[in-house]
């Protein structure tokens, strides 16, 4: 089971911190990423993390605003997601694979529920 949390209604330039709740996964033996779907677009990653750690994957679009931390014990992934954007906007996931070769979501075969992001003045 994955479960997301952390979503909300949010200013411009504010930050969240979103989290996904895992069980029946580790995180240091499944590759994980976040995902996003803004209304009318196909899902797109935001950032992909390896079982190792050793390949981390952000997408152009929140380089040096978003960062992926993890605390294994606590089968937590977290999404720092900082100055945030109007186009920031979407429902936002996790998702697991054994090895996914790539951010993309069709790697990716366990998925959260989603949980939305909205960023408003």
């Known amino acids: 089971q994955i479960v997301e949390s952390g979503g909300g209604l949010v200013q411009p330039g504010e930050s969240l911190r979103l989290s996904c709740v895992v069980s029946?996964?580790?995180?240091?033996?499944?590759?994980f990423g976040w995902f996003r779907q803004a209304p009318g677009k196909e899902r797109e990653g935001v950032v992909c993390?390896?079982?190792?750690?050793?390949?981390?994957e952000y997408a152009d679009s929140v380089k040096g605003r978003f960062f992926i931390s993890k605390d294994v014990p606590a089968r937590t992934l977290y999404l720092h997601a900082n100055s945030l954007k109007f186009e920031d906007t979407a429902v936002y996931y996790c998702?697991?694979?054994?090895?996914?070769?790539?951010?993309?979501?069709?790697?990716?075969?366990?998925w959260g529920q989603g949980i939305q992001v909205t960023v408003s003045s």
């Open positions: 993390i390896s079982y190792d750690e050793n390949t981390v």
């Open positions: 998702a697991a694979a054994h090895r996914a070769f790539g951010c993309m979501p069709s790697n990716y075969e366990y």
């Open positions: 029946g996964y580790r995180l240091d033996y499944y590759d």
